[in-house]
């Protein structure tokens, strides 16, 4: 992998992180088309290890809420082993700790589960991408019209957060997104469009750490010493996701997520057609 495809990858996944449009579906199709796949199991590797990238970016995006959500967490541990009242603000974000956890628990249990499945060839078919990405646009689609929208982060509840994390299991089929599944489980479960991809990025936390951290091995092994593509794609793509979340947010404060269902749709289509036109027979 050269680097001004490192930098490329970087760039995609940054951009299509946070957004629901699938940064997997992006990245996969990029790979295909500059010939950098050289087996399902080190490009899954791959784009679990730049995905910390925009794990940073939403770690020191939202650091002073971890650290409350951290205070607020352990605080209350604290003190119901020791029968002592919290403030109002410190059982708040114990609150949302314990719906980040709660959040956690589906794609934990059943992205162990399916491993062998999520690294294997049918993860990569562009075919399985195309259908996601048309699958859940309609789904998309669908939250943001029965979807009450209501609530804010402060009346995000236990239910809310399981809801939203079994959406987020649906992330497993490249081209879902994860974002976009956690968003759509959201807007289901009555939450503001911009609070579900508040919680979103939230939960991405946990979820996105561990894959990452647990393919990194197996990434720079199948790198074959060129740490340097590796390293470049994840910054490229923590200093890129920073930006497209604080874009999101701003955008989610006041239009729907039709452009992305819409863009989504005709990326899908095209998609398809590609693939239809490559298993036509050629003519003499």
Sequence with gaps: MSLLHAIIYGLIQGLTEFIPVSSTAHLTIAGHALGDIASDEQWTAFMAVIQLGTLLAVIVYYFSDLIKIARGFFLSLWAAVNKQPISDDDRKHAKLGWCIIVGTLPV??????????????????????????????????????????????????????????????????????????????????????????????LLSIPAVG???????????????????????????????????IALLLAYLKSHSTFVFIGYRIVLGLLLFGLIAAQMMPAHS
């Design 210 to 244: 561990a894959s990452g951290l647990l393919e990194l091995p197996k990434a720079l092994h199948s790198m074959h010493g060129n740490w340097t593509a590796v390293v470049v794609a994840t910054i490229i793509s923590a200093i890129t996701g920073y930006l497209s």
């Design 108 to 201: 934990a249990v059943l992205g162990l589960a399916l491993k062998k499945l999520i690294e294997g060839p049918l993860t990569k078919d562009l075919r399985v991408i195309a259908g996601s990405l048309i699958g859940l646009a309609i789904v998309l689609a669908i939250a943001e019209l029965v979807g009450k929208q209501r609530r804010d982060i402060e009346r995000l509840t236990l239910w809310d957060a399981l809801i939203v994390g079994f959406a987020q299991v649906c992330a497993l089929i490249p081209g879902s997104s994860r974002s976009g599944t956690t968003i759509t489980g959201g807007l289901f479960a009555g939450l503001t469009r911009e609070t579900a991809a508040h919680f979103s990025f």
